[in-house]
C-alpha cells in the first residue's frame, strides 16, 4: 500500500473575492466559506472566520481542534473515509496537503464547569510573544472558525456540527490546490519487498482516550468516524493514520491534547519510516482506546496490545498517549505487558509536578516503564503579555480578560506538551 503525499506550502493566508491557491498564498472567500459553515446544520447558529498569522498580536482562545486541509485525488477516496463519504481503507492513493496552515476551531460548552474532566479545558495560542516557542501552532497560519450554538442545539449536536464543518473546510481548501505542482511529494510505503532480517520489528502504540460519546462526547476519539469507546486494540496500516482514518475530539488540557492535525502529521510514524530499513523495521501501528474507567478494562486493553505485538513478533514499540489523569494508568500498563511480553517499550508521556516540579509527576508508575521520554511539567506557569486581537470569546473560562496579561500554567498552551513528540520540550533528569 503506497500514499503519495502532495505538499503545498503556504507562505500567506489571506480574504478576497475567489479562494484559491497561487503562488504559495492561500486566498478566501469569507462570505462564501461562511456561507458553506452553516449550510446544513441547525445547531450553529453563527460563524466567525478569522486569520492569525505569525508575528500577529493575537490569542486564540477555547481551542477545540486543529485539522490541516486535506483532500484526495481519486474520486472514490476521501480525506476523513466515515465522515465524509464511505469508511473506505485510507493510506493508499494521492493525498493534497496545505502544509504550514491550519483550521483551528473554537467554542464555548457553558453547560460544563471550567476546567471540569467533562467538559472543554482551556486551550490558548499567542502568535507573538513569549508564548510563542510553546505552540506549534504559533508560527504556521491559521485559519480560525469561531461557533456560536443555536438555541436548540444539543452538546452532541453541536460538538457534532463543529467537527463536520472543520473536515468539510479542511476538504473544500485544499481542493485548491487540485490541479498545481507540489513543491514536495514524498511516498509512504512498507512493503516494498526488501528483505529486512537482523533488524529489530518495531511498532507505534498510539492510545486514544474516550470516556463516552453519549455521555461526554467532548472526550472522544474516532476510527473512520467509528468512535473509540469500547474498541479493543487494532492493527492498522500507519498510512492510514496519516491519511485521515484518525479524528480526535477529546478536548482535554490544551499542553496534552492531540489534535486531528498530528495524526495526519504523526512524528512518530515519520520518524519510524525515516529509519525504516536502516536502523529497524517499521510493521504497523496498534491503535487501542484509553480511558476504560475500570481496573479490568485497562487491564484488558493492555494485554492484547502484548498480544498484537507477540503475533508481530515485535522487539520494541514506541507507546504515546494523549491525556492525564487515569489515562496515565493505562499508559503505564501498555509498556508493563509490552514489557512481560519480552517487547522493549519506550514511552512519551508528560508531566503533572506542581508548579515548582516537586510533586508525584504521575498518579501511577511501574517498575516495567523504564524508558520514558518526558515532554514537561504542565503544571510550570508562564505569563503571557497583553494583545490586541482575541479570537474565540473576550474572556477565559476562569472569568478574566482574555486580552490582557495572564499569568496561566503549561497546560493551556495548545500542544505545548504533546506526548505525539510533535514539539520540543523536554524535562531533563539530573
Same mark, same amino acid.
Given at each position: 500500500?503506497?500514499?503519495?503525499?502532495?505538499?503545498?506550502?503556504?507562505?500567506?493566508?489571506?480574504?478576497?473575492?475567489?479562494?484559491?491557491?497561487?503562488?504559495?498564498?492561500?486566498?478566501?472567500?469569507?462570505?462564501?466559506?461562511?456561507?458553506? #459553515?452553516?449550510?446544513?446544520?441547525?445547531?450553529?447558529?453563527?460563524?466567525?472566520?478569522?486569520?492569525?498569522?505569525?508575528?500577529?498580536?493575537?490569542?486564540?482562545?477555547?481551542?477545540?481542534?486543529?485539522?490541516?486541509?486535506?483532500?484526495?485525488?481519486?474520486?472514490?477516496?476521501?480525506?476523513?473515509?466515515?465522515?465524509?463519504?464511505?469508511?473506505?481503507?485510507?493510506?493508499?492513493?494521492?493525498?493534497?496537503?496545505?502544509?504550514?496552515?491550519?483550521?483551528?476551531?473554537?467554542?464555548?460548552?457553558?453547560?460544563?464547569?471550567?476546567?471540569?474532566?467533562?467538559?472543554?479545558?482551556?486551550?490558548?495560542?499567542?502568535?507573538?510573544?513569549?508564548?510563542?516557542?510553546?505552540?506549534?501552532?504559533?508560527?504556521?497560519?491559521? !485559519?480560525?472558525?469561531?461557533?456560536?450554538?443555536?438555541?436548540?442545539?444539543?452538546?452532541?449536536?453541536?460538538?457534532?456540527? !463543529?467537527?463536520?464543518?472543520?473536515?468539510?473546510?479542511?476538504?473544500?481548501?485544499?481542493?485548491?490546490?487540485?490541479?498545481?505542482?507540489?513543491?514536495?511529494?514524498?511516498?509512504?510505503?512498507?512493503?516494498?519487498?526488501?528483505?529486512?532480517?537482523?533488524?529489530?520489528?518495531?511498532?507505534?502504540?498510539?492510545? #486514544?482516550?474516550? #470516556?463516552?460519546?453519549?455521555?461526554?462526547?467532548?472526550?472522544?476519539?474516532?476510527?473512520?468516524?467509528?468512535?473509540?469507546?469500547?474498541?479493543?486494540?487494532?492493527?492498522?496500516?500507519?498510512?492510514?493514520?496519516?491519511?485521515?482514518?484518525?479524528? *480526535?475530539?477529546?478536548?482535554?488540557?490544551?499542553?496534552?491534547?492531540?489534535?486531528?492535525?498530528?495524526?495526519?502529521?504523526?512524528?512518530?510514524?515519520?520518524?519510524?519510516?525515516?529509519?525504516?530499513?536502516?536502523?529497524?523495521?517499521?510493521?504497523?501501528?496498534?491503535?487501542? %482506546?484509553?480511558?476504560?474507567?475500570?481496573?479490568?478494562?485497562?487491564?484488558?486493553?493492555?494485554?492484547?496490545?502484548?498480544?498484537?505485538?507477540?503475533?508481530?513478533?515485535?522487539?520494541?514499540?514506541?507507546?504515546?498517549?494523549?491525556?492525564?489523569?487515569?489515562?496515565?494508568?493505562?499508559?503505564?500498563?501498555?509498556?508493563?505487558?509490552?514489557?512481560?511480553?519480552?517487547?522493549?517499550?519506550?514511552?512519551?508521556?508528560?508531566?503533572?509536578?506542581?508548579?515548582?516540579?516537586?510533586?508525584?509527576?504521575?498518579?501511577?508508575?511501574?517498575?516495567?516503564?523504564?524508558?520514558?521520554?518526558?515532554?514537561?511539567?504542565?503544571?510550570?506557569?508562564?505569563?503571557?503579555?497583553?494583545?490586541?486581537?482575541?479570537?474565540?470569546?473576550?474572556?477565559?473560562?476562569?472569568?478574566?480578560?482574555?486580552?490582557?496579561?495572564?499569568?496561566?500554567?503549561?497546560?493551556?498552551?495548545?500542544?505545548?506538551?504533546?506526548?505525539?513528540?510533535?514539539?520540543?520540550?523536554?524535562? %531533563? *533528569?539530573?
Amino acid at each position: 500500500m503506497v500514499l503519495n503525499l502532495r505538499s503545498f506550502r503556504v507562505e500567506d493566508v489571506r480574504f478576497g473575492a475567489e479562494t484559491a491557491f497561487a503562488g504559495g498564498i492561500l486566498t478566501i472567500n469569507k462570505k462564501e466559506l461562511q456561507a458553506r #459553515l452553516l449550510a446544513g446544520s441547525d445547531a450553529v447558529e453563527s460563524v466567525d472566520v478569522a486569520l492569525a498569522k505569525p508575528g500577529d498580536r493575537t490569542r486564540i482562545i477555547r481551542i477545540l481542534d486543529a485539522v490541516e486541509p486535506r483532500t484526495k485525488l481519486e474520486k472514490d477516496a476521501s480525506p476523513f473515509p466515515g465522515f465524509i463519504g464511505p469508511p473506505y481503507q485510507a493510506g493508499r492513493g494521492h493525498t493534497v496537503r496545505l502544509a504550514n496552515t491550519a483550521i483551528i476551531t473554537t467554542a464555548s460548552f457553558p453547560e460544563y464547569m471550567p476546567d471540569s474532566h467533562m467538559g472543554t479545558n482551556e486551550c490558548i495560542v499567542d502568535m507573538s510573544g513569549p508564548g510563542v516557542p510553546f505552540s506549534p501552532f504559533s508560527s504556521i497560519f491559521n !485559519i480560525v472558525l469561531s461557533f456560536e450554538r443555536s438555541k436548540a442545539a444539543t452538546t452532541v449536536g453541536f460538538a457534532s456540527a !463543529i467537527r463536520m464543518a472543520s473536515l468539510e473546510t479542511a476538504r473544500y481548501l485544499a481542493e485548491c490546490a487540485r490541479e498545481g505542482a507540489p513543491d514536495e511529494e514524498t511516498s509512504y510505503r512498507l512493503g516494498d519487498g526488501v528483505p529486512r532480517s537482523g533488524l529489530p520489528k518495531v511498532a507505534a502504540v498510539l492510545l #486514544l482516550s474516550s #470516556l463516552g460519546t453519549l455521555s461526554l462526547p467532548l472526550r472522544e476519539f474516532f476510527v473512520y468516524a467509528h468512535s473509540v469507546d469500547g474498541m479493543l486494540p487494532i492493527l492498522v496500516h500507519p498510512n492510514e493514520v496519516l491519511d485521515g482514518a484518525v479524528v *480526535a475530539a477529546y478536548y482535554v488540557y490544551g499542553a496534552i491534547r492531540n489534535p486531528t492535525y498530528f495524526y495526519q502529521n504523526n512524528p512518530i510514524l515519520h520518524e519510524l519510516y525515516r529509519e525504516h530499513g536502516k536502523t529497524l523495521d517499521f510493521v504497523g501501528a496498534i491503535l487501542s %482506546r484509553a480511558g476504560d474507567t475500570t481496573d479490568a478494562g485497562k487491564l484488558n486493553k493492555a494485554a492484547r496490545i502484548a498480544g498484537l505485538a507477540n503475533l508481530l513478533r515485535l522487539d520494541g514499540a514506541i507507546v504515546s498517549s494523549n491525556a492525564g489523569g487515569h489515562h496515565v494508568v493505562d499508559f503505564m500498563l501498555a509498556c508493563q505487558q509490552l514489557e512481560k511480553a519480552g517487547v522493549k517499550s519506550a514511552g512519551i508521556i508528560s508531566e503533572m509536578a506542581g508548579a515548582d516540579g516537586s510533586d508525584n509527576p504521575f498518579p501511577m508508575a511501574v517498575p516495567e516503564a523504564n524508558s520514558m521520554v518526558s515532554t514537561g511539567n504542565v503544571e510550570q506557569k508562564i505569563v503571557l503579555p497583553a494583545v490586541d486581537t482575541v479570537l474565540g470569546g473576550e474572556k477565559l473560562q476562569d472569568g478574566r480578560v482574555a486580552a490582557a496579561q495572564v499569568e496561566i500554567p503549561f497546560r493551556h498552551i495548545f500542544c505545548s506538551m504533546s506526548q505525539t513528540g510533535s514539539w520540543n520540550i523536554a524535562a %531533563r *533528569a539530573f
